[in-house]
Structure formats: C-alpha cells, structure tokens
C-alpha cells in the first residue's frame, strides 16, 4: 500500500519559513518524481514544484521561485519543501504527489498539511 504523509505544516508569521516534508512508503521512492502542490480556499489547487528522480531536475512555479527549495532523500524516502519569507497568500493545504518517469499525471497523493501565514 502507497502511503505519502506530509508534515511540518503550521502557523507561521509573514516574513518566516517553513520546511515541509514528504515520507512515503510502499512505492521504489529513488523512482518517483515527486511534485508540490497546494490549495488555497475557493481557490483550485495549484502546483508549486517538483524533482524528478532521474536527473534531480528542479521546477518551481514562479512565485515560488527565489524562495523555496524542493530536495529530495532516497535513503530516507522523503521529499522536502522549504519556503522562505511566507507570505499570507502562500496560506494553503499543502500536498505532495508522486508520478512516474514519462507520465503526465501525479498517481499518488498524500492527505496534505495546512500552512497558515499571518500577516
């Protein structure tokens, strides 16, 4: 069974940081590109970012861009996110996804973290 748990979500002051975590299990982790995700209130969800597993390429949707890393452990299954200077409109559940190499959608999803930045 596929599991993908993410933590470290919280609530944090506009102007703080935040690293998020992804641990998976049941699925060859070193395999997976692994992508962020989030969505706010009233509002679709959204991508923020991905690595993929074969090359580690990174890409990050232009907000996002300049203050967050997305990182990755294969020996410990987890993908991570880290944003820096939080904003309130990065208020949002935060997902992570896995998919494999070549494919267009995200198979395996995990149940999310709320991130809430006071302003």
């Known amino acids: 069974q596929v599991q993908l748990v993410e933590s470290g979500g919280g609530l944090v002051q506009a102007g703080g940081s935040l690293r998020l975590s992804c641990t998976t299990s049941?699925?060859?982790?070193?395999?997976?590109?692994m992508g962020w995700f989030r969505q706010a209130p009233g509002k679709e969800r959204e991508f923020v970012g991905g690595i993929r597993w074969r090359d580690y390429s990174i890409s990050y949707r232009d907000s996002m861009k300049g203050r967050s890393t997305i990182s990755r452990d294969n020996a410990k299954n987890t993908a991570y996110l880290q944003i820096k200077r939080l904003e309130p409109t990065d208020t949002a559940v935060y997902y992570c996804?896995?998919?494999?190499?070549?494919?267009?959608?995200?198979?395996?999803w995990g149940r999310g973290t709320q991130v809430t930045v006071s302003s």
């Open positions: 996804a896995a998919r494999q190499e070549g494919m267009n959608e995200y198979l395996y």
């Open positions: 049941g699925l060859t982790f070193s395999t997976y590109d």
